[in-house]
């Protein structure tokens, strides 16, 4: 728990991003989608892997929800929707601007239809969602050339403290070659993560360079920045 009078979602919900979200979130192109395999993690119950795989990507998704049966994880995945639907509409003031979503009916619809494409690709394709959990992902070291990280760290920072951080995004570069993206780098309250700059250092000193990169999209306030990874 951090120091911080906190007063964000509170549980760590499972979200489900359609693959257009991931492409603005991590400013993907198709050559990044196709250049090797991509992980991502933790991918909830989102359409990212769906979207990737229909245009030919090599893609796996993890999450310790994965151990669940997949019915249930439905279930909660759908009520975590609304949850996440709601906080946007009873918080109106962290959202900065409704360029990728049209209005909040939009943001619901928009990620019901993820949790469908999620539903019909992990139906399609059980061997690619993986029950797993940082510190420890089940992959060899470099299993995959770009790792996409979204709404874990820096989002929920009464769940996880610095030493977690680090160790996460440690694990996350272990088993990529090429870059990890991670966004947003804020958490709900829409503040930035404050140990940034000290996280950085202690992954540059431990052989991974890091970078922040502004995408072009950002739904909730100061949200428009990815941390980007390259591991040694
Ligand atoms: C807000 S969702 C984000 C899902 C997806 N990336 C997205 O943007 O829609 C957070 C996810 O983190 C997963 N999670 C929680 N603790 C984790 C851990 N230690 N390692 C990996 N994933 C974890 C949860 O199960 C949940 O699905």
Redesign the pocket.
């Known amino acids: 728990m951090s120091d911080r009078d906190y007063r964000g979602l509170g549980d760590?919900?499972?979200?489900?991003?359609p693959f257009d979200?991931?492409v603005a979130?991590f400013d993907l192109t198709e050559a990044d989608l196709l250049a090797g395999p991509v992980l991502?993690?933790?991918?909830?119950?989102?359409g990212?892997a769906g979207g990737a795989r229909a245009l030919g990507a090599d893609v796996t998704a993890?999450?310790?929800?994965y151990a669940d049966p997949h019915d249930d994880l439905m279930r909660r995945?759908r009520r975590?929707t609304e949850a996440?639907n709601r906080y946007v509409r009873e918080n109106a003031h962290a959202y900065a601007a409704w360029t990728f979503f049209r209005d909040e009916d939009d943001h619901l619809a928009r990620r019901m239809g993820?949790l469908d494409v999620f539903d019909a690709d992990r139906r399609a394709h059980p061997d690619r969602y993986v029950a797993?959990?940082?510190?420890n992902?089940p992959f060899d070291d470099g299993a995959f050339r770009l790792v996409?990280?979204?709404?874990?760290m820096f989002?929920?920072p009464d769940?996880?403290g610095y030493a977690d951080h680090l160790r996460?995004a440690q694990e996350l570069a272990r088993v990529a070659t090429h870059e990890v993206r991670m966004f947003p780098l804020v958490d709900t309250t829409t503040v930035r993560w404050p140990d940034l700059p000290r996280l950085m250092d202690d992954l540059a000193a431990s052989g991974v360079a890091c970078e922040v990169r502004r995408v072009g999209y950002e739904f909730i306030k100061n949200g428009d920045e990815m941390l980007v990874l390259r591991p040694g």
């Open positions: 760590i919900i499972v979200t489900a991003r979200e991931y979130m991502d993690c933790p991918a909830g119950a989102s990212f993890v999450d310790p929800e995945a975590d996440g993820a797993g959990a940082l510190p992902l996409v990280s979204s709404h874990l989002v929920y769940h996880f996460y």
